[in-house]
């Protein structure tokens, strides 16, 4: 009797299961215990204590913080990975090692580990460890401090092995730009630290030297925090492996370069972007992860509200005009930008874009980098654009007269611009551009919208928990109540409809209590009204008084709408408030 017959005999599995579990391991190679927590037949710790049962073998439960970090280094990673073994301790005169097998039937698994133990000159004893406990470990195994103090270890032990002309040669490359064998240590560090970052849903790598070490920082959800410290003395090392990947430069340490370069980690493949700075400490380098899967989403994913989302798709069903995005660096006005350009991305039409620098490369679309170097700059580059026979234009920014004169002229003649802008609300884009020389008889036809955005985090709905405002906030609620739609003044008229949560932090988040960012928005539309504003001389009173008309929803006032959701916080809101 094997252990699915026994399943069947203690009714944890029908009879008509059993034979598909059996029919597909035959055909697919795959284990019984596999296929039925895949198929969530059978719960992976109920699977474990049937088991234990059926074998006779005792059942363990895996308690990773019990395990001490040398334990975790008796068993090489590739035996725990093929045969499913874990090391959970040993006995006090350290001669026997207890073991966790999740196939402790397995007879191969049994000489491996024997031959093992025999190394250790230990012996050892079996447990039964679930599948879920066992994976669990596996991520814990890859742990990348451990990995990356194993390649300091390497590191270090190369280099005490070597003279001192070879000591040099292992953080420099030789001649013609060839990595020595001596490097591969560096390799597995550089290697753990982008896995890292791409694990761990970071946006940036911060790679910077100080007086006493060398500090890994990662950007989580627009925060920086620390990952890892490292020796200084991998510091050369690794802006050397950086450097090769990217295909910048090795010797230059006087002057900041840039570069990009792709790999795949995972299922993904994920392109980074590196931009080296000269520092008096050495050179420090930003990596900006771009996970171009990550950035295929909708405009509603985005977090436009109803009101917001119909001015905008109205703008960009329209064959000609202008689509401006306004916010600081880092507020997600490109990812914007790329959520349009995914809609109107058709065969039908031809898309070209002028980028500094390319952020992802989408399909389909006629993508162009400036380059300052030879002069190629988005005036320049927009000229020849316009003898490309396009449909639709993005300039990755209006950055001088010449850019926004051009652009305006485009979209005057028959093509739909995007572009990006550097104000601090929709609103101040009008006088921005009339200060840039636009003519404002220009501006009017042209100017089909503006987007004002900056990014909040949202709550790890894991572990987010409700709360009542105290006075200070239900005042702030309040007051921003006021210009509401009177579609959401109904909807949050009650207190009790008022979903306000606070982060508290689980290991979904990484203890952080957020999980992600959502962009918070304001969309004014060029209407017949503000078009006479614009041609009368524009003011404060006029704009503000149109603004009201029109029943926008700032930015402040969209944030907490998402508060009122339960999406973010306050405190979020608050801080993008006071960005303005």
Known sequence: MDFLDYLVKQKAVSQKQAKEI?????????????????????????????????????????????ISPEIFSLIPKTSVEFYKIVPLGLNKDKKVLDVGMVFPEDQQAQEALKFLT????????????????????????????????????????????GKAEEKKEIVITSGGGQVLQEEAPIIKMVAVILRQAVEGRASDIHIEPTTSDLRVRFRLDGILYPSLVLPLKAHPAIIARIK???????????????????????DK????????????????????????????????????????????????????????????????????????????????VNIVTLEDPVEYFMNGVNQSQVNSDISYTFARGLRQILRQDPNIIMVGEIRDEETADLAV?????G???????????????????????????????????????????????????????DIAAKQYILGRMKN???????????????????????????????????GVFEVLSMTENLSEIIAKGVTEKALSEEVKQQHMTTMEEDGVLK??????????????????
Not at 563 to 580: C, N
Request: net charge positive.
């Open 22 to 66: 059996k029919d597909e391991s035959v055909k697919s190679g795959r284990v019984t215990e596999e296929l039925l927590a895949e198929k969530k037949i059978l719960l992976a710790d109920k699977m474990a204590e049937l088991k234990s049962q059926f074998l006779d073998v005792p059942l363990k439960k895996v308690v990773l913080d019990e």
């Open 118 to 161: 025999r190394q250790l000159k230990i012996s050892f004893r079996v447990f039964l460890i679930s599948l879920s406990d066992f994976q669990k470990y596996s991520d814990k195994y890859r742990s990348p401090e451990r990995e990356v103090q194993s390649a300091l270890k390497k590191l270090e032990d190369e280099i005490s092995a």
């Open 244 to 266: 090769i990947l990217t295909r910048l430069k090795i010797d230059e340490t006087r002057l900041p370069q840039d570069g990009r370069f792709s790999t795949q980690i995972g």
């Open 269 to 348: 493949k994920i392109d980074f972007r590196v931009a080296t700075f000269p520092t008096t400490l050495g050179e420090k380098v930003v990596i900006r992860v771009l996970d171009a899967s990550s950035g295929a989403q909708s405009l509603e994913a985005l977090g436009f509200s109803s009101r917001d989302l119909g001015v905008l798709k109205e703008a960009i069903k329209k064959p000609h005009g202008m689509i401006l995005v306004t916010g600081p660096t880092g507020s997600g006005k490109t990812t914007t930008l790329y959520t349009v350009l995914g809609i109107l991305n058709k065969e039908t």
């Open 409 to 413: 002229n485009a979209a005057l003649t």
């Open 415 to 469: 093509h739909l611009v995007l572009s990006t802008l550097h104000t601090t609300s929709a609103v101040g884009l009008i006088p921005r551009l009339l200060d840039m020389g636009v003519k404002s008889f220009l501006l009017s036809p042209t100017l089909s919208v503006a987007v004002s955005q900056r990014l909040v985090r949202v709550l790890c709905p894991q572990c987010k928990q409700r709360i009542k405002p």
């Open 484 to 518: 509401f739609s009177p579609a959401d003044q109904e909807n949050f008229a009650s207190e009790e409809s008022w979903q306000i949560f606070t982060p508290k932090g689980c290991k979904n988040c990484g203890e952080r209590g957020y999980l992600g960012r959502v």
């Open 563 to 580: 508060v009122l959701k339960g999406i973010t916080t306050i405190e979020e809101v608050m801080r993008v408030a006071e960005e303005k």
